[in-house]
């Protein structure tokens, strides 16, 4: 009777390793969809707000070279009154006038390659997000336990995770049934309570009592 109890309490320590194996794999399925999910949602917004961007853009791009247009003719005015000068003082005046102007000219072309810039990388960016939204997809087929997405890919990553979430509650009854039913064997087999072990700590607790050599006392008397 103790033996097939034994060996009853491995069997349910097979079945607990194949069911956290079950409730890994599940998890790993779920992180994947919310990934999916956080992604797709973010691609989503940046469409949403597109149209507002460009024109903020391009309004920064008008600004930054209507400055430099204005910039360069302070400095071609400045050039203008140095070669104008007539006498010592006024040349060194308007020589620090000219060089005034001119860094006000390149902090002003800094300013709109730096507009220039933020419009194209928002022009790169719609044009990519199409082809990162495929990919998305084919990440969701991929993932098994669920349905293929038929279209949005923010409503599939809700479906799935329910999904997932629900499949995963059964995983873990299932764990705490066989949890349940090992210690209930570990404490017939060891005469000693188990409860609050695990599958495999149980497991060790029994075959360390029923192995040790005759007249030894067992380390779980």
Known sequence: MDDRALDELRALALEDRALEDRAHELRRFDAEVRAIRER???IAAFFAGLREEEVRRAEEVRAADAELS?????LERAESEAAAA???VAREHAAKAVVRARDHVEVATARVARAGAARDELEVQ???FPAELVALDGRARAVAE???PAGDLVEWASRAHAELFVAL???DALRERVIREANELATMLTAEPTYGSTVAQALQ???RY???APGQVSESR
């Open 169 to 171: 509650g059964q995983v």
């Open 210 to 212: 029923w192995t040790s």
């Open 146 to 148: 669920v349905a293929a």
């Open 70 to 74: 204005v910039r360069r003719t302070e």
């Open 126 to 128: 719609a044009a990519s």
């Open 86 to 88: 007539h006498d010592e």
């Open 40 to 42: 797709a949602e973010a």
């Open 205 to 207: 607790r029994a075959e």
